[in-house]
């Protein structure tokens, strides 16, 4: 047997707050078991509560109601894991995110700061396959991968063989102004092939200091920092896109993944 509840009541059972019971109402995701038609007086069944506690439940770990709405909405438990498990992956991705940042402030609040081996590279022109636009930062990331994408099927497509590891040029005003020109490619000999934003070009040569980025980029603005300064202390820096490199070494899960950024210097000798 059930009964009904006032939303004052209901509220206090699901602890849920009326405003968020009326906001939830709006948007068809928990809907009162009535309304009355003369004052608007919203009232709810006691078998509701149930509902109630698991979408409490999913709020309080960041589920978006949209989410939360397609879960309560199916009873295909297989779309239920998945919808669910994509949000998992996200909660990790960010704690890892977390954790990283932490690390890298523990570190910045130490004495000293951390050491930077740079290296001298003369880089000759070299020929890749890329794709060149101008690209908020916001929508960065799934601008790169999307793009590396389609340069690794147009690659595989055209039967192009790499010679080198995949990279990227970035405008100073993709950092500056949050939005500039980026390049991504991927060296490969292949001069034919290419097909839909792809294009076959040769970045020119240039003279470049070299440092390496372990882990993440959640911290490789301490890699910049510390290059950027080594350059402006040290050498003359000139004007163009700064390089990176996108190194991987060893195997399956033991790999490890590295960037060199290389930023563009000016040499009258040899070091």
Known sequence: MTAQLTIGEFSVM???SKKALR???????LEPAHVD????????DTSQLRTAQIIR??????????DIRAIMATDDVDRRNQIIGAHLRRMEEQLSETREAVGALRELLEPGGRPVDVEFRSVSATRVWAITETVAIPAFGDWYREAMREIRSALSA???TTSGPPGGLYAPEL???EIGEATVFIPSSATSGATGRVRVVEIPP??????VHHGSHADVDRTYGA???????????VEGPIRENYLVTGDGPFAEQSTEICWPIFRTATR
């Open 158 to 160: 055209g039967h192009g």
């Open 57 to 66: 439940r999913f709020r309080a770990l960041g589920v978006s109601v949209p």
């Open 206 to 211: 240039a003279e470049l200091a070299v440092a």
């Open 227 to 237: 290059l950027g300064g080594y350059v402006a202390e040290r050498l003359l820096g």
């Open 14 to 16: 699901s602890q849920l």
């Open 175 to 177: 950092f500056g102004d």
């Open 23 to 29: 906001h939830y109402h709006e948007l068809g995701l």
């Open 37 to 44: 038609a003369f004052n608007g007086y919203r009232l709810y």
